[in-house]
């Protein structure tokens, strides 16, 4: 048998087709109360101490990441740098720019090397920032990550946009948070990733 039609109860109809190479697969159906394997909600971490924010143990299958920062302040003022790992994470080997745009001046642009940089200029201590940065797999058999955010600070005239690539040595199992230097301690906010495969 080379398909299987389901017909609905009322109409309609989804057909499962199997492929067309040699082998057994398995297809297993979810409870209607299951979380999707292919789109998970991390738990929020509140960013509220500590110089970095790491979520570990990200599953294999995961190609794409939204890293969701919401009210994030930190007790200094370097720049937010998103960073990815593979058994360990990478501090270094990034290709990117973050330009941080103020309305009534001159487009700020700055390269980063050290992480997926968020661009926060000259900003007080107490500047905040919302927004969120993707994380996609370009390539799967060279680990190559790229990269795309967009953030607004609690200046309602500011505005960050990011974008960069990573070639990681394998499969990538970690995401952190942290900032330029890694020596500034988050003081408000929270911060979560959404997990798509």
Known sequence: MASLVLTGDTSGQVTLAAPAVAGTNTLTLQAA???????????????TSGATIDFNSIPAWVKKITVMLAG??????SDYLVQIGAGSVD????LGASLRFVSGA??????????????????????VTNGLMTLSL????SYLWVASGVFGG??????????????????LDRV????VGGTN??????????LEG
């Not at 997926?116 to 201590?125: L, P, R, S």
């Not at 003081?187 to 990733?193: E, H, I, K, R």
């Open 106 to 127: 001159t487009v700020a642009g700055l390269n980063y090397t050290t992480g997926f940089g968020i661009n926060n200029g000259t900003q007080t201590a107490a500047y």
């Open 154 to 171: 609690s200046d309602s005239a500011t505005n960050t946009s990011s974008g960069g690539s990573k070639t990681l040595s394998g499969v």
């Open 91 to 94: 501090a270094t080997g990034y």
């Open 185 to 194: 301690t988050f003081d408000a906010g929270s911060v979560n990733l959404l």
């Open 72 to 77: 994030v302040s930190t007790n200094g003022t």
């Open 33 to 47: 109360t299951a979380t999707s394997a292919v789109n998970i909600l991390s738990t929020p971490v509140a960013s």
């Open 176 to 179: 952190r948070i942290t900032t």
């Open 138 to 141: 370009l390539n799967s058999s």
